[in-house]
């Protein structure tokens, strides 16, 4: 069965720190794949995607994903984290063979602490 | 342009009552999406419309859930009678296309069953 696991539940970091979620996803076929994020009171917004090409992906507010598809890893970092990136973050995966429902991650929550 | 957007946008209902949630899709998208979300869990994915047909409705959990888009514009998830475990935040998506499936997703529905 398809499946995204993420491996943090939770994480802590204090401002300026780097951070790096870590994505697994269990799926044959040709896969898209996207982080999102829920801050707080808002709706899940989309941070960013991979369809094809480049395996490093960047998307808003300074994050990057890389793909590595050996691994089946899908891994969301940023360099230096601030107070605003606390939130949820899910790693989420579809695909045409799934008719694209999109399978997510059971989400990691981030704190910043100013 | 308007946003994925779910009404109401929290219900507090009796064991054994009925609730109906609605979603009004971005203007054009075709496809339409049910997720759910139990606390504590992952987003679940529920159904799928193409238009007013039902694509996928795999992720259905039983039969007191019911899921209609008449006219492929709004859809409504009618839930009757409603159980204390179908609590949790529903949330509705949609999309353009199909290939390069790019979901945007409402704010959600928190149903509360008491």
């Known amino acids: 069965a398809q499946s995204v696991s993420q491996h943090n539940h939770h994480v802590i970091l204090s401002e300026a720190a780097s951070l790096e979620l870590g994505c697994n996803y269990s799926y044959g076929g040709t896969v898209n794949l996207f982080w999102y994020v829920q801050y707080p009171g808002q709706h899940l917004q989309l941070l960013l995607k991979?369809?094809?090409?480049?395996?490093l992906v960047k998307g808003i507010k300074g994050f990057e994903a890389e793909f590595i598809k050996s691994k089946f890893s899908f891994n969301l970092r940023k360099p230096s984290v601030q107070w605003s990136d606390t939130a949820e973050y899910f790693c989420?995966?579809?695909?045409?063979?799934?008719?694209?429902?999109?399978?997510f991650g059971a989400g990691t929550r981030l704190f910043v602490k100013a | 342009e308007a946003g994925v957007t779910q009404f109401p946008s929290h219900s507090v209902i009796e064991k054994g009552q009925t609730v109906t949630l609605r979603c009004d899709p971005i203007?054009?998208?075709?496809?339409l999406y049910w997720y759910r979300r139990v606390m504590g869990k992952e987003i679940k994915f529920l159904l799928h419309f193409v238009k007013e047909s039902k694509q996928d409705e795999s992720g259905m959990p039983n039969n007191r859930f019911l899921a209609e888009r008449t006219g492929g514009t709004y859809s409504t998830l009618k839930v009757q009678p409603a159980e204390l475990e179908d609590s949790g935040v529903y949330f509705c998506?949609?999309?353009?296309?199909?290939?390069?499936?790019?979901?945007?997703f409402g704010a959600g529905t928190r149903l509360s069953v008491l």
């Open positions: 989420a995966v579809n695909a045409n063979t799934g008719g694209f429902k999109t399978i």
């Open positions: 998506a949609s999309s353009q296309a199909l290939s390069k499936n790019i979901q945007y």
């Open positions: 203007s054009g998208h075709d496809n």
């Open positions: 991979y369809f094809s090409g480049d395996p």
